[in-house]
Structures are given as structure tokens and as C-alpha cells.
């Protein structure tokens, strides 16, 4: 089922998850280990995060390097295919431009159709490790909103081959990410704005937001974007800090900060045990008052911390 339609027909927030898969070499049981305990909140949807190749370097015979391509946590659409199957949820399966040319994408995108996959997430994707910032590919889509524009040409039954004039069309609901700490790219938040409120004229139908920690910056983005005429579901992503080195980790990463009260808290912690009780409390807190707000979903980034997600899910749906 559309998401939109899951979003529209609650009379109150939704709970959903997001999922990694494994690293190349590890069975999918990790996966299932990871939603079995979560299943008794009844997820709305699981998204499946997609991970371009990296580069790597490997010494050969006569020491020259070898520059070699590998993709360690490969198998997006195979799970989402696994999940839908097995617990009867929609999967939701991210797709990236980097990496991808168009014509790749309009393949990949015809076999999530023929799968069932109702719903995709639009991204842009971040730039390899070895490259300073982000490179299309070569015929692929160099923004989210390309990518966007090209599942909606697909909605209408526009494929790339202008010769096919009558190609079924598909039929996803398309939702696109959003940053209420800003995109670490954009020069400033009304240009983020902007390019948000393009995808969603695109086609984009929901939109996902990076993690934050403090609900101002959530209440006070959603505000935002209702005044620049963008009026989509806006699900809040959240994550429950559970380790010492995520206090900084996640902040370098995600851009996102961690509200002074917040680190207070941790910073009184001795050991990731203790870090991970502040860090389901304050998550609990979030929780809730977005709950009180009626936001449509709550969106957690699981990232393998099912046992977490449990225990702030039991205190508020
Ligand atoms: P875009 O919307 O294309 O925006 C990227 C930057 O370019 C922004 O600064 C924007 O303001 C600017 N911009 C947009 N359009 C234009 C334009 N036409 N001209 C000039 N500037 C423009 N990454 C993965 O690799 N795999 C995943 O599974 C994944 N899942 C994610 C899920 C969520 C909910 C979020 C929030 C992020 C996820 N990411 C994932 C990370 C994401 O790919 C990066 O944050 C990436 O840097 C931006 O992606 P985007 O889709 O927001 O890009």
C-alpha cells in the first residue's frame, strides 16, 4: 500500500523503522533478528538503505596497488523482496543516483515494480570516500530531483526509450529526504527549501528527515516548509544514541546537534552501558512530545539497535 494513504488513513502517528543490510558475507537472519522484536508495534513500513561500491586499494604480486570496487552491504532489493514475504510490511527500498545510470535506474526501478514495491525513497546519495564530493554518474542522475522527475515520467508510463509509446505505467509513491539542521551542501536553509520544495513539485509525495535530537529544530523546519508551500507528510527520523563515540560520531556524520541538556546528561556517563539509558530516555522524551504534536510517523533509525527501539517503542505507541 501507498504510504500516503497508510499516513492519511491514521488517526495517529504511525511507527516505522529503518534497517541496514548486513555487510557482504552475513545472512539475512541478522535482519530478521533485528525486526522479530519490533513486530509487535505493528511497523507501517521498513525502509532498506542502499550502499554504493567504495574503492579500496590492494597490494599485489611486485607491490603495485590495485584500485578495486566493492560494495559491502549489498542485497537492498532482495530484502525489501524477503521482508514483504516473511512479515507481510511494506519494504520500502532507498535508491540513489550515484553509481547509477539512468537506463540502470529504470531497470532497477521495473523490478521493484514486478516485486510489489508500492514505495521508494529519492536520494541523492553522498559521494563516495575517495572523491571530495559528490560525481554523477556518467547518463545518471546528478540530484534527487532527477531521480524524482524520472520515477514520475515512469508513473505516466514515460520510459527512457521514446519508441515505447505504450509502456505500462508505474505506480510508486515517491518520498524524498529533508534536513531541519539543513544540508551540509546548501548554502543556507531557504535554498534547501527551495530544492525541497522542487523534488515535492516533482512528484515527491512524503518526505523523511535526517535525525535530530532536539524537537525545536523539527517543529520550527515542518513551520518552514509549510511557508514555502510545502505541504507533504513530514515523518521525523530519530535515533537513540547508544554509544560513547556516537556523541560526536553522529554530529560529523548526520550534521545534526546534540542539544546542550542532552549532553549534559552524557557527558556524566562512564561507559556505553550508561550512555545507552540516557540516551533511550532522552529518546522517549522526543518521542513523545512529537507524538503529542501528531506528527504522521515515528521513523527510528535502527542501524541494528532493535533492543532500543523496543524499549522507547513500549513506552509510547
Ligand atoms: P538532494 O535533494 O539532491 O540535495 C543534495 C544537495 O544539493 C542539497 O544541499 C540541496 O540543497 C542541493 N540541491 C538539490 N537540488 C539542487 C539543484 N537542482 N541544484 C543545486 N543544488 C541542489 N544515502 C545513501 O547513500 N543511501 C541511503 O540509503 C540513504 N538514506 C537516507 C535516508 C534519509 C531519510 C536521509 C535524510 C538521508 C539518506 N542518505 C542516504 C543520505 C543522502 O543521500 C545524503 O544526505 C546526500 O548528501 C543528499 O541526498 P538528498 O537526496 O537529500 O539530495
Request: overall charge neutral; some cysteine.
Amino acid at each position: 500500500m501507498k504510504l500516503t494513504q497508510k499516513l492519511s488513513e491514521s488517526k495517529k502517528p504511525l511507527f516505522s523503522i529503518e534497517i541496514l543490510p548486513p555487510l557482504k558475507g552475513k545472512s539475512i537472519q541478522s535482519i530478521y533478528d533485528g525486526i522479530d522484536p519490533l513486530m509487535e508495534f505493528k511497523p507501517a513500513f521498513v525502509d532498506v538503505t542502499y550502499h554504493r561500491e567504495e574503492y579500496i586499494y590492494k597490494k599485489r604480486a611486485g607491490g603495485y596497488l590495485e584500485k578495486v570496487s566493492i560494495r559491502k552491504r549489498p542485497g537492498t532489493v532482495g530484502i525489501c523482496a524477503a521482508i514483504m514475504n516473511k512479515y507481510n510490511v511494506d519494504a520500502v527500498p532507498h535508491i540513489i543516483c550515484g553509481g547509477f545510470t539512468k537506463e540502470e535506474t529504470e531497470n532497477a526501478l521495473i523490478d521493484l515494480q514486478f516485486l510489489g514495491i508500492d514505495n521508494v525513497l529519492a536520494l541523492r546519495g553522498d559521494s563516495i570516500k575517495t572523491e571530495p564530493s559528490f560525481v554523477p554518474e556518467l547518463g545518471g542522475n546528478a540530484y534527487a530531483i532527477d531521480l524524482v522527475k524520472q520515477i514520475t515520467d515512469m508513473n505516466k508510463g514515460k520510459y527512457m526509450d521514446e519508441d515505447m509509446t505504450d509502456a505500462a505505467p508505474t505506480d510508486f509513491c515517491i518520498g524524498v529526504a529533508a534536513y531541519p539542521e539543513k544540508h551540509f551542501e546548501a548554502p543556507n536553509m531557504i535554498s534547501d527549501l527551495k530544492n525541497l520544495k522542487a523534488k515535492v513539485d516533482a512528484g515527491a509525495e512524503y518526505v523523511v528527515t535526517q535525525m535530530f535530537f532536539d524537537n525545536k529544530k523539527y517543529f520550527d523546519f515542518v513551520k518552514l516548509c509549510r511557508e514555502h508551500n510545502i505541504h507533504v507528510p513530514i515523518i521525523p527520523g530519530l535515533k537513540i544514541l547508544t554509544g560513547m563515540k556516537q556523541i560526536t560520531a553522529l554530529p560529523k556524520i548526520f550534521q545534526c546537534d546534540i542539544p546542550q541538556p542532552f549532553y549534559e546528561e552524557l557527558e556524566k556517563c562512564k561507559d556505553d552501558k550508561a550512555i545507552k539509558e540516557v540516551g533511550i530516555k532522552w529518546c522517549i522524551e522526543q518521542s513523545k512530545e512529537l507524538v503529542k504534536a501528531n506528527v504522521p510517523c515515528l521513523h527510528f533509525y535502527t542501524m541494528g539497535t532493535s533492543e532500543a527501539t523496543k524499549r522507547v517503542a513500549k513506552e509510547v505507541f
